[in-house]
C-alpha cells in the first residue's frame, strides 16, 4: 500500500503521521514544492517510527515520479486562511495550485483514488474531478466528516457526554451554507431535540458553521490542521480496510437530491472502491430549500474557478 500525500504543510504532516502511526500504508510520501520541508519532516516522523512500533516508510519528496503506483493521494496543499478571509476569498490561487498538483500526480497514479482537503473544499474537488478525469467515484472531498466532528464535539461539550455516543449529520457546502439536521443528530440513539433546546442546537449549529474562522482567529497565522488530517485519515483508512463505512463526504451529484453538475456533502457508503453509495436522504422541504441553496452558491464558486483555469 502506497498513499501520497500532497502538502507537507501542517494539515499534510498530520495526515502522514497518522497514516504511519496506524499503519495504513507500508510507504507514505509527502510532496511539496519545498523539498527540505517535505524531506525534514518526512525524516523526523521517520525516527518516531520505532517508539511508536510501527514499520510504515515516509518519504519526502518534491519529485511526483517517486510517488508512482498510489493507491491513494490526499491533496492538503494550498493557502491556508487568514483572519477576516472567507473560504472563497482563497478561490484564486488554491485553484491555480491544486490543478497543478493533480495534475502532477495523476500522471503517475492514473488508478488512485484522491481525497481532496484544500479550500475552498467542494470547489477544489470540482476542479480535482475535471483536471485529473477520473471517475466520480474515486474522487472524494473531505467536508461532512469535519464539520460533523466540530458538531459533535460541542454537543459534548454542552452535555457533558461521550464523544462515543455522539452521531451526526450535516449536508451542503463546507462553510456558511452547510445545512443542519438535528433530527438526525443522537446520543446513543435519543435525538439530540429531546437533550437540548432549540436555541442551544442553533448555537451549537451556528459554532460548527464557523468552526474554521474561529481557530484562525486564535491562531493569527495559520487555520485548523489535527481536525482535518484526522478526518482524511479516517476516509483513506475507510478506503484501505474496504469498511463500507457511511459517512458525509463532498461528491459529485449526478440528479441525486434534484441536484447536479456540483460537488457538494451528502452521506456516502465509502470502501475499497470509493464512493459505492451515494445516500439520498428524505429531506423535508424546509431541508431541501436549505440544500439547494447551498448547491447554487458552490455552483456559483465552481463556475468560476473553472473559468480562472481556462484563463490560465
Same mark, same amino acid.
Given at each position: ?6 502538502? &507537507? #504543510? ?23 514544492? =519545498? ?13 518516531? @517510527? ?15 515520479? /517517486?510517488?508512482? #503506483? ?6 492538503? &496543499? ?64 473531505? *467536508?461532512?466528516?469535519? =464539520? ?8 459534548? @461539550? ?6 462515543? =455516543? ?21 446520543? *446513543? ?21 464557523? #468552526?474554521?474562522? /474561529? ?20 476516509? &483513506?483508512? &475507510? ?46 422541504? =424546509? ?26
Amino acid at each position: 500500500m502506497k498513499v501520497t500525500v500532497i502538502g &507537507a #504543510g501542517n494539515v499534510g504532516a498530520t495526515v502522514a503521521q497518522i497514516l504511519a502511526n496506524k499503519e495504513l500504508a507500508n510507504d507514505i510520501y509527502m510532496v511539496d514544492i =519545498d523539498e527540505g520541508i517535505a524531506k525534514g519532516k518526512a525524516l523526523d516522523m521517520y525516527e518516531s @517510527m520505532p517508539i511508536l512500533q510501527s514499520d510504515a516508510r515516509i518519504h519526502g519528496t518534491n519529485d511526483y515520479a /517517486e510517488t508512482a #503506483g498510489s493507491h491513494i493521494v490526499i491533496m492538503t &496543499a494550498g493557502l491556508a486562511r487568514k483572519p477576516g478571509m472567507s473560504r472563497d476569498d482563497l478561490l484564486v490561487k488554491n485553484a491555480a495550485i491544486v490543478s497543478s498538483c493533480v495534475s502532477q500526480a495523476v500522471k503517475y497514479s492514473p488508478d488512485a483514488y484522491f481525497i481532496v482537503v484544500s479550500n475552498p473544499l467542494d470547489v477544489m474537488t470540482y476542479v480535482t474531478l475535471q483536471v485529473t478525469g477520473l471517475p466520480k467515484h474515486k474522487v472524494i472531498g473531505m *467536508a461532512g466528516i469535519l =464539520d460533523t466532528a466540530r458538531y459533535r464535539s460541542f454537543i459534548s @461539550m454542552a452535555t457533558g457526554y461521550s464523544m462515543r =455516543d455522539i452521531q451526526a449529520l450535516l449536508l451542503g457546502g463546507h462553510g456558511d451554507t452547510m445545512v443542519p439536521l438535528p433530527r438526525y443528530t443522537t446520543v *446513543a440513539g435519543i435525538p439530540v431535540t429531546e437533550l437540548l433546546s432549540k436555541e442551544k442546537i442553533d448555537e451549537i449549529v451556528n459554532r460548527a458553521i464557523n #468552526g474554521g474562522i /474561529e481557530i484562525v482567529n486564535f491562531l493569527k497565522t495559520g487555520s485548523a490542521y489535527y481536525a482535518p488530517g484526522t478526518a482524511a485519515v479516517e476516509m &483513506a483508512e &475507510a478506503i484501505i480496510k474496504d469498511q463500507k463505512r457511511i459517512l458525509p463526504c463532498t461528491v459529485l451529484l449526478d440528479g441525486e437530491y434534484g441536484i447536479g453538475d456540483v460537488c457538494v456533502g451528502v452521506p456516502i457508503k465509502i470502501g475499497k472502491d470509493g464512493i459505492e453509495e451515494i445516500i439520498q436522504l428524505k429531506l423535508t422541504s =424546509d431541508e431541501q430549500a436549505m440544500f439547494t441553496k447551498s448547491a447554487e452558491h458552490v455552483k456559483a464558486t465552481i463556475k468560476q474557478a473553472m473559468e480562472l483555469i481556462s484563463n490560465q
